[in-house]
């Protein structure tokens, strides 16, 4: 059986006087080392995307973090800081995207703001600046090397028997490291609350359906090698993708019937 394949969506970018669809390459290589899936990046094309297309090939998806965030818009909301990057061709591509995925059952893995747009995708809202929302502390990152970014910066608290804690077989709390301006405000319905911040913030969900799904606020792929939480997500995000792929390919053999002739038809 082939690899699996998981659709990680671009976001858009101009490079001097031309523009890109582009994807950070450590999450597009932790699809490959850690989940053991071929990546397939998607262009951000919105509309022009043939859908059927894409989710007859894909077996995962995976949203990925983003200097843009979500336009306030899609939660009836204006712009608080227009210096902000904003990227709706994203937006157009990611939304629907997340709708199809969540009717077909197709494993979700969601960072930052890909954890933003699934509670935006399904009528959730967000904080467009938690460090002047009242009661919330700054979760932006520290500026200077990388290296200092990445740092595991404050604690979260696991939801008891939920699915983060089953997956990573920890206690109650864990430290994580922290590089967003934007938060959940309202949580769409039909998502469950997998961790907070200890200033309340929602960190981690899934959403109460079929297959696989988990949302982080938090990067599990930096430094994914040397990181044994973020191995673990991704290997159960992996797993969930071939299980997918498995029953997928049951599926549709089932509808293969072969003729007299020796032709095969599809039945329904």
């Not at 071939?242 to 038809?265: D, F, H, I, N, W």
Request: hydrophobic share 45%.
């Amino acid at each position: 059986m082939r690899s699996p394949i998981v659709v990680v969506p671009s976001c858009t970018r101009s490079v001097g006087a031309h523009p890109y669809y582009v994807a950070q390459v450590k999450y597009v290589d932790a699809v490959l080392t850690g989940a053991g899936c071929q990546p397939l990046v998607l262009p951000a094309m919105g509309a022009r995307i043939d859908w059927e297309a894409v989710l007859e090939v894909a077996d995962g998806v995976m949203l990925t973090g983003s200097p843009s965030n979500v336009h306030p818009s899609h939660f009836e909301q204006t712009v608080l800081n227009p210096a902000l990057p904003l990227d709706p061709a994203r937006d157009a591509t990611t939304l629907p995207l997340i709708r199809a995925a969540i009717e077909r059952g197709i494993p979700l893995f969601a960072i930052c703001r890909g954890a933003q747009e699934i509670n935006v995708a399904l009528g959730g809202s967000l904080h467009q600046a938690l460090h002047q929302a009242p009661g919330f502390i700054d979760h932006r990152e520290p500026e200077g090397e990388l290296e200092a970014q990445y740092m595991p910066a404050h604690m979260v608290t696991l939801t008891p028997g939920g699915m983060l804690m089953q997956i990573l077989g920890v206690g109650s709390q864990m430290m994580v490291n922290s590089l967003h301006g934007q938060g959940i405000d309202r949580l769409a319905s039909g998502l469950v609350v997998e961790a907070r911040a200890q200033d309340g913030l929602i960190e981690a969900y899934r959403i109460d359906a079929p297959g696989f799904s988990l949302a982080l606020q938090w990067h599990p792929e930096w430094r994914l090698a040397d990181n044994p939480d973020g191995l673990k997500l991704y290997a159960a995000f992996g797993r969930a993708c071939r299980l997918y792929q498995s029953q997928k390919s049951s599926s549709a053999a089932t509808l293969m019937q072969p003729t007299e002739e020796g032709a095969y038809v599809i039945t329904r």
